[in-house]
């Protein structure tokens, strides 16, 4: 039910904006995440929109914007002054209802999950 893309091969410093689609008319939710995992390392989480409200990991605040469009049922990353340390494989993440403030950078508050797009980022 999500399906994520925009990732690709970009140079440190360059910028991608990943889209994550939510199909069925009647699934809106209202939180939805990124998180990423890269190689010989565990998932971590990127960024959430929570029924409006945003939160970030420390690393990409003020670098990644995460938005949502209702009327397209999408949720995006817009990723600035990528980094190598950025290439991971991006998932998107969604659950049906708000999730608790001190939750919602937890993965385990999120039960559907995308199918992960890859971010490579050279220095």
């Known amino acids: 039910q999500l399906q994520a893309s925009g990732g690709g091969l970009v140079q440190a410093g360059g910028s991608l904006r990943l889209s994550c689609v939510v199909s069925?008319?009647?699934?809106?939710?209202?939180?939805m995440a990124w998180f990423r995992q890269a190689p010989g390392k565990e998932r971590e989480f990127v960024a959430t929109w929570n029924a409006g409200t945003t939160y970030y990991a420390d690393f990409v605040t003020g670098r990644f914007t995460i938005s949502r469009d209702g009327a397209k049922n999408t949720v995006y990353l817009q990723m600035n002054s990528l980094k190598p340390e950025d290439t991971a494989v991006y998932y998107c993440?969604?659950?049906?209802?708000?999730?608790?403030?001190?939750?919602?950078?937890?993965?385990?508050?999120?039960?559907?999950w995308g199918q992960g797009t890859q971010v490579t980022v050279s220095s």
């Open positions: 069925g008319r009647t699934f809106s939710p209202n939180a």
């Open positions: 993440a969604a659950n049906r209802n708000r999730i608790a403030s001190g939750s919602a950078r937890s993965a385990r508050m999120f039960g559907y």
